[in-house]
């Protein structure tokens, strides 16, 4: 292998729209830059997945497509799959449907148990359609209401660091049983602790290296003591471990010394996709990020496209990265891709959906779901039935038909907008209006403006049930409602089970995995 192949290695390319080739087939644009570049591996997201036949189809051709090149091992094929709707093959798109990361949380005691469950049904799930490493467990704390929640929604864990770590270990465990590997995500962590999202904005997490022991290295720790596969860096910078102000990806101190050294880790260093704007502006350009990343030890650098990979040979050309510290990555790549050879295998005999699965984690979606406010009484069918509706998607009155029941009224609102979480004065008044005192009136709920529309309706004499998709920060300011549910996630299975809690057929177990304030 020449020092430009080596080199390429390192570079784990995202499938999406924008790359060359299509993502129901192999096209002849994939198969060129696949030969000219010679890239690691692949990470997919949502729009190269349609269903799942596609998908494992494409993935058996593109490592296909490596063999006839000359790899002697498979692509390192990743995809975050976490459960929930933060994850990339969802249900819709023939997914077992697995509890969010903070339902997952709210079971507390039972984290043990459910982590190992849902980690072995999730690595089932994308060994069967092509994926050898999963970007899980994503152990990072939710400590406040993010002022625009963006890329993470349900992803982040809850605030408490022991039942943070304990789940880490025992998704890790289940991910690794079934021949996946395991990343723990962020290294050393805080991006839901700051309120800054990385990928829109740089980040500083200035906090103590007594709390940084005690709070944030907890759940790593335990990851690695399992085995973890591989470790992502954060786009922040933490000033306590590392004076220069370097972030996380760019630290040579925070990877040799905390991360290799102090914890013991000896797998695979990658970074968060290098083209977040956290990177970009404190390396000055995403090229620029990539090469940083490999100067201070991360082995591969995640979500490369070919700029990338021109830069980072450039720079070995040049003599700022040597090749000395390119095998050192190869190295451990190399053990990686050793141990998922397994996965093409399994693109031979797909499995397919598996019921089994789909049932157990549907006894742990239901379990996990939160009453912040129980009510007194459940509702019957047919007040369900006779019940005005509220809601800003579809998928909410289907899982009314999947009951078997028929609302008599429904109210559909606009579409949530990220930067408006209030209701329109129209749509308040249109709900109010269609109600009369006394009245009953079922509310999806998923941003501050719903819950105090849910509010507004109580004050009006109305009964309001409501199940609560969006962030558990929220339900805080929820008053006066006869019932107060929260899902941790919009998917069917999530929002089914809600209402049946609503109606007293469904019991659930979980606890608010994080500390409400106010």
């Keep these: 292998m020449n020092i430009e192949e080596k080199v390429s290695q390192l570079c784990l390319i995202t499938l999406d729209e924008e790359q060359p080739g299509t993502p129901s087939e192999l096209g002849l644009n994939m198969r060129n830059f696949m030969r000219t570049f010679r890239p690691g591996g692949i990470i997919a997201f949502r729009n190269s997945i349609k269903d799942r036949d596609q998908v494992r189809s494409f993935m058996r051709d593109l490592q296909a497509c490596e063999a006839e090149l000359g790899g002697e091992h498979p692509l390192i094929s990743c995809i975050d799959q976490r459960g929930g709707s933060a994850t990339i093959f969802m249900p819709e798109m023939g997914a077992v449907e697995c509890p969010a990361p903070m339902a997952q949380c709210a079971m507390f005691d039972e984290v043990d148990t459910l982590g190992e469950e849902v980690g072995g049904a999730m690595a089932r799930d994308i060994a069967d359609i092509g994926f050898n490493l999963n970007l899980c467990p994503y152990a990072d704390f939710l400590e406040r209401e993010l002022p625009d929640p963006g890329e993470f929604k349900n992803v982040i864990m809850g605030?408490?660091?022991?039942?943070?770590?304990?789940?880490?270990?025992?998704?890790?465990?289940?991910?690794?049983?079934?021949?996946?590997?395991?990343?723990?995500?962020?290294?050393?962590?805080?991006?839901?602790?700051?309120?800054?999202?990385?990928?829109?904005?740089?980040?500083?997490?200035?906090?103590?290296?007594?709390?940084?022991?005690?709070?944030?290295?907890?759940?790593?720790?335990?990851?690695?003591?399992?085995?973890?596969?591989?470790?992502?860096?954060?786009?922040?910078?933490?000033?306590?471990?590392?004076?220069?102000?370097?972030?996380?990806?760019?630290?040579?101190?925070?990877?040799?010394?905390?991360?290799?050294?102090?914890?013991?880790?000896?797998?695979?260093?990658?970074?968060?996709?290098?083209?977040?704007?956290?990177?970009?502006?404190?390396?000055?350009?995403?090229?620029?990020?990539?090469?940083?990343?490999?100067?201070?030890?991360?082995?591969?650098?995640?979500?490369?496209?070919?700029?990338?990979?021109?830069?980072?040979?450039?720079?070995?050309?040049?003599?700022?990265?040597?090749?000395?510290?390119?095998?050192?990555?190869?190295?451990?790549?190399?053990?990686?891709?050793?141990?998922?050879a397994i996965s093409v295998a399994r693109l031979e005999n797909p499995r397919g959906f598996c019921d089994a699965d789909q049932e157990s984690m549907s006894v742990w979606i239901e379990k996990a779901l939160t009453w912040t406010q129980a009510p007194s009484e459940p509702l019957s069918r047919p007040q369900a039935e006779a019940s005005l509706v509220v809601a800003r998607r579809d998928r909410f009155f289907d899982a009314f038909e999947e009951l078997g029941m028929q609302p008599a009224r429904t109210a559909l609102l606009a579409p949530l907008d990220l930067n408006r979480s209030e209701y329109g004065p129209q749509e308040a008044v249109r709900v109010i209006a269609a109600t009369k005192e006394g009245d009953t009136v079922i509310l999806e709920s998923s941003c501050w403006g719903d819950v105090e529309l849910a509010n507004l309706l109580s004050q009006k004499g109305r009964r309001v049930f409501v199940a609560h998709i969006g962030a558990p920060y929220q339900c805080s300011r929820a008053r006066d409602c006869a019932a107060f549910i929260v899902t941790y996630s919009r998917e069917r299975l999530a929002v089914r089970s809600a209402i049946r809690a609503l109606l007293g057929e469904a019991h659930p177990q979980g606890r608010l995995p994080i500390k409400l304030r106010g």
């Design 159 to 340: 605030s408490y660091p022991e039942y943070n770590a304990r789940l880490s270990a025992a998704l890790a465990r289940g991910i690794r049983s079934e021949g996946v590997g395991a990343t723990y995500c962020v290294f050393p962590g805080g991006y839901g602790s700051i309120g800054i999202d990385p990928h829109r904005a740089f980040g500083s997490v200035d906090v103590s290296l007594q709390e940084l022991e005690e709070r944030f290295l907890l759940a790593p720790k335990a990851a690695i003591a399992e085995g973890v596969d591989a470790v992502m860096l954060s786009h922040f910078a933490y000033p306590q471990m590392d004076e220069s102000g370097a972030i996380g990806t760019f630290s040579e101190r925070i990877i040799r010394n905390v991360l290799r050294e102090q914890l013991g880790y000896e797998g695979l260093v990658m970074t968060d996709a290098i083209f977040m704007e956290a990177a970009v502006v404190a390396a000055g350009s995403r090229e620029e990020a990539a090469i940083r990343s490999v100067e201070a030890g991360a082995d591969l650098v995640l979500c490369s496209n070919a700029t990338d990979i021109v830069a980072l040979r450039d720079a070995v050309v040049s003599g700022r990265l040597s090749e000395l510290r390119i095998d050192e990555s190869l190295e451990r790549i190399v053990a990686f891709k050793k141990r998922a």
